[in-house]
């Protein structure tokens, strides 16, 4: 089988079955979409509603692709029909960036609904679009495959959603998406840059409001290292518990 027709099977699949019914659609619109509008409505200015813009952008990319992916994979897990895809002729690598393409392709159109809405009340000249691309399309990457690592390391969907919140909830409070990393105490702002989303946030906050601490090149190396480094760690996970 022809490495490129096994992933489009699988990801057409997964796009299919999962992603395009309409209660997975209907969700992936609307939480941004309530997201955007709670913050939005809370802001007094223009300038409140663009500085809130990358922090809603990232929690809309990591609520989305976390859920979907845990919930996928387990789900198939759970059912057994994950145990026929692992019979397969592809190698392991190629099936699990299958299963996870669709969750990245989802979470990164999800970031660009608060964007179109902000677009409507601030004006957004002067953003670095290509930077904002490129974080969007990388924490989309890593969330996702956080996503994988939680799916893999559980059996049940309820599980797969709790362990999920233990990461995703202090990243949120940790990662400068709201508030600035320099106010948080010492041990908690070495605690920050251990989570990929700080990178990505920052990259977020250089692209639209020229606000970045830390050089786009260290964010996007960091960032490649976390999504390297979950991948592996999954694919390690899934040999010794799923295969062997």
Known sequence: MKPWIAYWSILRKDMRTYYLKPPNVSWGI???LAWTLMFFIKSDSAVDVRSLLPGVMALSILFGTTSMLAVTVTFEKKGRSF???LLAPIPLELLMLAKTSGAVFFGTLNAFVPVVMAAFVVDLGGVIWWQVVVAVVL????STF??????VAVSEVFEAQTFSNFFRFPMVFLCGLFFPVEVLPLPLRTLSHAIPLTYGADMLHGGVNHAARMPIVLSVAVLLGFCAALFLVSLRNIRQKWIT
């Open 146 to 151: 956080l996503g994988l690592f939680i799916a």
């Open 139 to 142: 924490i989309a990457v890593s």
């Open 30 to 32: 609307i939480f941004p």
């Open 83 to 85: 145990d026929r895809l």
